[in-house]
T-cell receptor, first 115, second 113 residues
Framework: GAGVSQSPSNKVTEKGKDVELRCDPISGHTALYWYRQRLGQGLEFLIYFQGNSAPDKSGLPSDRFSAERTGESVSTLTIQRTQQEDSAVYLC?????????????FGSGTRLTVV | AQSVSQHNHHVILSEAASLELGCNYSYGGTVNLFWYVQYPGQHLQLLLKYFSGDPLVKGIKGFEAEFIKSKFSFNLRKPSVQWSDTAEYFCAVNALGFQKLVFGTGTRLLVSP
C-alpha cells in the first residue's frame, strides 16, 4: 500500500482482556518497528523485525507483550491480560532497510484505552 | 546507550516569531539525526534528516536544522513560524550500526495567530 496501515485505530478494552493490534507495512519495506507513546511522553521502542532475522525484543516491557511478523508482511502486537498502564498509542513504522539510517514511515497508530 | 534530550517540552510563539527547538544526543560515534513532526490528529512525518555532509540541513515547510558535532546537538529552526506549524516535534538519533531510532520526549509547539 501507499503507507503504513494500522488497525484498529481505536480500541477500548477491559482490564485483564487480551488485545491484538495489526500493522501492514509499506510493500518492500523489510524492517518493521513497534513503538509506544504514552500520554505526555516520548516514543518508547518495543520491538523490531528485519527480514527473516530474529526480532529485537529488547523493548518489550513484560512477558504480556508479544509480536509476530510473517516474512516481510503484516505484523501483530499482542498484549495479554491488559493493565491500565498499557493505555497508550501504539505506533508501527516500516523502513526500507535494517539500518535506522533510512528513517521510518509511521502509521497513524492504535489508541488503546484499558478501562 | 543512546539517548536524546529535548529540553523544551512546551513552546508558545506568536506568528512570525522565530523558532529554535533544542535537541542533544548522547553517543560518541557516528550518528544519523532526524526531526519528525506530528500535526494534530495526524501521524508522525519526517521533517528533515542529517546523514553526512553539510551540517546545515533544510527540510520541508521552511524548517532547517544544524548538526554541531562538538556540542552533540541538532537544533531545529524556522525564521518565521505560522499558525499551521502548531504540532509536536520529535528529535531522533540513529547510531551507525544500530537498527533502531531513539526518540526524544518531544516538544509541543503552539503558534498563536
Amino acid at each position: 500500500g501507499a503507507g503504513v496501515s494500522q488497525s484498529p485505530s481505536n480500541k477500548v478494552t477491559e482490564k485483564g482482556k487480551d488485545v491484538e493490534l495489526r500493522c501492514d507495512p509499506i510493500s518492500g519495506h523489510t524492517a518493521l518497528y513497534w513503538y509506544r507513546q504514552r500520554l505526555g511522553q516520548g516514543l518508547e521502542f518495543l520491538i523490531y523485525f528485519q527480514g527473516n532475522s530474529a526480532p529485537d525484543k529488547s523493548g518489550l516491557p513484560s512477558d504480556r507483550f508479544s509480536a509476530e511478523r510473517t516474512g516481510e508482511s503484516v505484523s501483530t502486537l499482542t498484549i495479554q491480560r491488559t493493565q491500565q498502564e498499557d493505555s497508550a498509542v501504539y505506533l508501527c513504522a516500516s523502513s526500507l532497510g535494517g539500518q535506522g539510517s533510512y528513517g521510518y514511515t509511521f502509521g497513524s497508530g492504535t489508541r488503546l484505552t484499558v478501562v | 546507550a543512546q539517548s536524546v534530550s529535548q529540553h523544551n517540552h512546551h513552546v508558545i510563539l506568536s506568528e512570525a516569531a522565530s523558532l529554535e527547538l533544542g535537541c542533544n544526543y548522547s553517543y560518541g560515534g557516528t550518528v544519523n539525526l532526524f526531526w519528525y513532526v506530528q500535526y494534530p490528529g495526524q501521524h508522525l512525518q519526517l521533517l528533515l534528516k542529517y546523514f553526512s555532509g553539510d551540517p546545515l540541513v533544510k527540510g520541508i515547510k521552511g524548517f532547517e536544522a544544524e548538526f554541531i558535532k562538538s556540542k552533540f546537538s541538532f537544533n531545529l529552526r524556522k525564521p518565521s513560524v505560522q499558525w499551521s506549524d502548531t504540532a509536536e516535534y520529535f528529535c531522533a538519533v540513529n547510531a551507525l550500526g544500530f537498527q533502531k531510532l531513539v526518540f526524544g520526549t518531544g516538544t509541543r509547539l503552539l503558534v498563536s495567530p
